[in-house]
């Protein structure tokens, strides 16, 4: 069985993250969305919170779990049997980064291969940061979210 994790905070899910999940889900058996929790950062949304929104959004595709989790992320691949991890990338930045955490990844678990997608140029400029900037001074994030999302942010 092929499973995959695509790891983020997800504070909220993007449309962004959508279109990563819809375009590699169909690649394995499983596909886990996972929260990542740093008990040393303030969120938005709580990670309950989050984890039902989510829920929400891919309610109909039984491939999809989410599930919370702190620490290393490949260990947390390894606790779910998890092969491959999915990054979504936006910019030439985003690669520079996440390469650098894959090669980190790689190191500490061989095993674990780390698939980047590219995200459509249309949403290369959606981030929970910015949506979340949006939202704090009361702007409409309708455009930026899926519509499933928009109830757990009122």
Do not use: W
């Not at 709580?46 to 891919?58: A, P, T, Y």
């Not at 779990?65 to 998890?82: P, R």
Request: some cysteine; aromatic content about 10%.
């Amino acid at each position: 069985m092929k499973i995959a994790l695509f790891p983020g905070s997800f504070d909220p899910i993007t449309k962004a993250h959508v279109d990563i999940v819809k375009r590699s889900v169909s690649l394995f058996d499983k596909l886990y969305i996972g929260i990542g929790v740093n008990s040393n950062k303030q969120g938005l949304l709580s990670v309950g919170k989050r984890e039902d929104m989510i829920r929400e959004v891919f309610k109909h595709d039984e491939r999809i779990h989410v599930i919370a989790y702190e620490g290393l992320t490949v260990n947390f691949c390894k606790s779910i049997g998890a092969d491959y991890m999915i990054r979504g990338i936006r910019t030439v930045s985003d690669f520079e980064y996440e390469k650098a955490i894959a090669q980190m990844n790689h190191a500490l678990e061989p095993e674990i291969e780390s698939i980047f997608i590219v995200s459509k140029p249309g949403y290369s400029s959606i981030s929970s940061s910015i949506v979340r900037e949006i939202i704090r001074y009361n702007g409409d994030v309708s455009q930026f979210i899926p519509k499933e999302a928009i109830p757990f942010l009122q």
